[in-house]
């Protein structure tokens, strides 16, 4: 049973990716996976600061998860993450490219 | 004393116009307001359906308004309602464009 839960691609809605991302936290987590693109970082690793309480890191990926933008994968003791790029760009053509511009 | 007060330019942030977006019935406001670029819409007009209680759309229109994305105006009666189109394009460029593509 896998431990984590990735909407299909076809289901990723442009007001779940919008909502997502309508948190400067989470903004810097996907940019942070977004210069890992090739790769995957651990939650600990992606987190935006290194103060920020365990549960709400958690938070912070599951809603970016639940709206289809990473997918997580447990690998022994971490949960990496990477993001789920191409299924939403394929779905949203230049979207992302378009929002994540504008995070420093 | 004006009556709705809308966020400086300068104030208008990524998060906050991705927030206000993060929701279908305010991305349908938005698209009927663009097909309005060069006029204003009363609330009831832009409503995404007539049966939504005027509660309901006051909330959305106040959403958008804080987000910086739409200017209303007391006119008589009617409050109008136009998008800000050239303040968020010129602090994001591309950003609505690229949003509002992909909302039917």
């Known amino acids: 049973m896998p431990r984590f839960v990735h909407p299909?691609?076809?289901?990723?809605?442009?007001?779940?990716?919008?909502?997502?991302?309508?948190?400067?936290?989470?903004l810097k987590i996907l940019k942070k996976l977004l210069e890992r693109r090739d790769g995957t970082?651990?939650?600990?690793?992606?987190?935006?600061?290194?103060?920020?309480?365990?549960?709400?890191i958690s938070h912070h990926f599951r809603v970016l998860r639940d709206a289809g933008l990473i997918r997580t994968t447990k690998q022994g003791v971490e949960n990496l993450?990477?993001?789920?790029?191409?299924?939403?760009?394929?779905?949203?053509?230049?979207?992302?490219?378009?929002?994540?511009?504008?995070?420093?």
């Not at 970082?41 to 365990?54: G, H, I, N, Q, T």
């Not at 191409?86 to 504008?102: S, T």
């Open 41 to 56: 970082l651990s939650c600990s690793a992606a987190a935006p600061s290194p103060e920020m309480a365990k549960s709400t």
């Open 8 to 26: 299909p691609a076809q289901d990723i809605s442009l007001a779940g990716v919008l909502g997502a991302l309508s948190d400067p936290m989470r």
């Open 81 to 104: 993450n990477c993001v789920r790029w191409d299924e939403v760009n394929a779905r949203f053509p230049g979207l992302l490219k378009a929002i994540m511009k504008f995070q420093p």
